[in-house]
């Protein structure tokens, strides 16, 4: 194994609210290796923006509870002083949001503010600094760099303002890339262009990815690992592959399975998971997917580890069917959509 | 009863502009060109996908349909009769069998009435039934669309978002109409709960004999959901086809770049596509491209007539497949090849 950048062990991060604690993040392990793109799927509420905010501090609060540790080369993140995380914020670990449009300032240049957050990470001038934000243009693709960094937000459209946030969490040459749903504000042609874009940088570069995302198509395309989370925790991990021809776990059968594709023909009826995510504040007993698995029985009344259950090693899931059990139900539920050159 | 294969709603050169107006006499300065010239029918019984990208028109082309919209010019035959020209009065009957279900099932929903209102609402307005008549049915729709008549009572904000839209349907189908226009209706919902409704949907259809206008940007769902699917294209219909013959032989460049950057879940199939990666942005609809509106970013442009012809929509093949590109036979038979391949151009494709 090759030295892991970011290691996250038993992390779990509770909110209290009103109507109890939110367990947002409930016991999530997983580590990042150098120049691996690591997706995090799930639905809305499984903790992935969470989990990936956590990690560089975003969630700090008088209402919130932190268990377990995140290391970054080492250092722990976790219970890190808010100067020691300025440092690793851009500089270490940089992150990119699904609204582009909220994440910048409207009244500065982004010019400006890739240059400010320049300086504050190292000791350079300004000039120094705008010539490597019109570097960091022409990297990400917009034309004319020169003149659109003095431009305004509002000025750029969608797809051009996720390229300005890409070209500033790329301004000190991050380790690490986050990516929270980098493209699910954008029309299909303009997401095609940034996953290209994503890729080229992690091939270019050698930067890590976590990827999050809801799309599955998306981390088929760009990712190496993938972690599934339902309701604050992984449910099963492993190598894209594994995954998508192999998969354990009923919950990731269900999201293979609710998906039409383009390149099959029609199936007759998408097979829609039943019922809806569970409360965080009072999840069920057990296994959190087992209200709505069709495979639940008397065994997931209490909850499985995270453990290698099936070759390789480094597939994990959480469920107490047997491989051969899952691998002769599992079919029904995902119809052939995927695997039918893996067999 | 009619017979199948008749139009139910039959447009004809539909054209809606929007003014553009500037300084303090908002004095108009141009248009925005929404939707120009669009023919299309929709058959009895079918669905009939509209995809395209954000800014192409087919969301104010659906508002127009139920004339939430006065179109500019064009004619909107829906059973027969002209609806195009219809003032608010005489449109009332027809509301009741053209109804909308809309994207967001937040916003559609007043959050102050309750769920019985809401969907009893277009029953109470259109006077059908007495007051407890129009519960029983109310209670009855609930069922239909998979929730449960308890719910009757409750405000929208005690559901969640699938749960919502499913009242959104119910509301639609209160008054048993002939057409649906559904804007984008799954696709602020998960894709566990977004199958849900896709299957409710069909189901609906089967058992009332619905017609669907489907709006929607996401293709996987419009390909599931559809018999014939209309491609958009900044306010014009490039291609109209059989749903399985659009997704299998694509005709027009653009369809071809829409398909090819759509992530199929499936590493295997992902690794070994040939990309075409469409440069650039949407141009703005105020000042159209001239001749075929997508010449500057299509991948397979001509040095002839793109620029300066205006491409109809026109019949290829056997299968009633549509499209509106003079290149086209060419494209298909792979005379004329893409400029840009796979990943290696994202940097030009950018600068253009």
Redesign the interface.
């Known amino acids: 194994m090759t030295e892991a950048l970011l290691d996250v062990e038993g992390l779990r991060v509770q909110f209290a609210t009103e109507d109890g604690v939110v367990r947002a993040v409930d016991g999530v392990d997983f580590s990042l290796e150098r120049g691996r793109v690591l997706g995090i799927v799930g639905e809305s509420g499984c903790g992935k923006s969470v989990t990936s905010m956590t990690l560089l501090g975003l969630t700090r609060g008088a209402n919130a509870r932190f268990e377990g540790s995140v290391k970054f080369k080492g250092q722990e993140l976790l219970t890190a002083s808010e100067s020691q995380l300025r440092k690793v914020r851009g500089a270490g670990i940089a992150m990119i949001f699904q609204d582009p449009m909220t994440s910048l300032n409207p009244v500065q240049k982004v010019g400006d503010q890739i240059v400010e957050m320049i300086r504050a990470h190292e000791d350079i001038d300004k000039r120094a600094a705008r010539l490597r934000t019109t570097e960091l243009f022409v990297e990400v693709g917009i034309a004319n760099a020169a003149s659109r960094i003095d431009a305004y937000p509002h000025e750029f459209s969608g797809g051009m303002r996720q390229r300005v946030m890409i070209a500033m969490a790329l301004a000190c040459s991050p380790d690490v890339l986050i990516a929270d749903e980098p493209t699910t504000a954008l029309d299909v042609t303009i997401q095609a262009q940034i996953l290209e874009l994503i890729a080229k940088l992690k091939d270019e570069r050698g930067t890590s990815v976590i990827l999050i995302t809801h799309d599955l198509g998306v981390v088929a395309r760009l990712a190496d690992d993938i972690a599934v989370m339902y309701a604050g925790r992984i449910v099963e991990q492993g190598t894209k592959e594994s995954i998508f021809y192999d998969p354990q776990h009923p919950y990731t059968w269900g999201l293979l399975g609710s998906i039409p594709r383009i390149d099959r023909p029609k199936p007759p009826k998408l097979h829609a998971i039943p019922g809806q995510p569970p409360s965080l504040v009072r999840p069920p007993q057990g296994c959190k997917f087992r209200p709505r698995c069709p495979h639940a029985f008397a065994a997931c009344f209490e909850e499985p580890d995270l453990v290698a259950r099936v070759e390789p090693a480094t597939h994990l899931d959480r469920c107490w069917l047997t491989p051969d059990e899952k691998r002769g139900r599992r079919d029904e539920t995902i119809q052939g959509t995927t695997g039918e050159e893996a067999a | 009863m009619t017979a199948p294969g008749e139009p139910l709603l039959e447009l004809e050169h539909v054209t809606k502009h929007f003014p553009v107006r500037e300084g303090i006499l908002q004095r108009e300065t141009g248009q925005v060109h929404a939707v120009d010239d669009v023919t299309l029918n929709i058959v009895r019984g079918e669905t009939l996908g509209l995809v395209g990208?954000?800014g192409c028109g087919k969301s104010t082309l659906g508002r127009t349909i139920v004339r939430l919209l006065e179109p500019t010019s064009g004619q909107i035959r829906f059973d027969g009769r002209d609806i195009s020209k219809l003032g608010r009065r005489a449109l009332r009957p027809l509301r009741r069998e053209l109804q909308m279900v809309f994207q967001d099932p937040y916003a559609s929903l007043n959050p102050r009435k309750r769920v019985g209102t809401i969907i009893g609402d277009p029953l109470r307005i259109h006077g059908v039934g007495s007051r407890s008549e129009r519960k029983t049915q109310v209670q009855e729709l609930l069922e239909t669309v998979g929730l449960s008549p308890e719910h009757y009572n409750r405000y929208p904000h005690e559901f969640?978002g699938?749960q919502r839209q499913r009242i959104g349907v119910a509301r639609a189908l209160a008054l048993r109409p002939k057409l649906i226009i559904a804007d984008e209706p799954v696709s602020a919902l998960?894709?566990?709960?977004?199958?849900?409704i896709?299957?409710l949907f069909?189901e609906l259809q089967d058992d009332f004999g619905l017609t669907y206008l489907f709006i929607a940007?996401d293709?996987?769902?419009v390909?599931?959901v559809s018999d014939r699917v209309a491609v958009m294209y900044l306010g014009n219909l490039v291609e109209v086809s059989p749903?399985?013959d659009l997704?299998e032989q694509p005709l027009h460049p653009y369809t071809i770049?829409?398909?090819?950057?759509?992530?199929?879940?499936?590493?295997?199939?992902?690794s070994r596509r040939k990309?075409v990666?469409?440069p650039g942005?949407?141009p703005s609809p105020v000042s159209p491209p001239s001749g075929c509106r997508f010449h500057t970013r299509c991948p397979y442009v001509q040095q002839t007539r793109c620029r300066d012809e205006v491409p109809g929509l026109r019949p290829l093949g056997e299968t009633g497949h549509l499209v509106a590109c003079h290149w086209a036979e060419q494209i298909h038979a792979g005379e004329i090849t893409p400029r840009y391949v796979g990943?290696a151009e994202?940097?030009a494709?950018?600068?253009?």
């Open positions: 990208e954000s969640s699938g998960d894709v566990s709960i977004q199958a849900q896709v299957n069909e940007h293709l996987n769902v390909r599931h749903a399985n997704y770049s829409l398909l090819d950057a759509v992530p199929i879940p499936d590493p295997q199939v992902e990309i990666v469409l942005e949407l990943g994202i940097s494709a950018g600068a253009l």
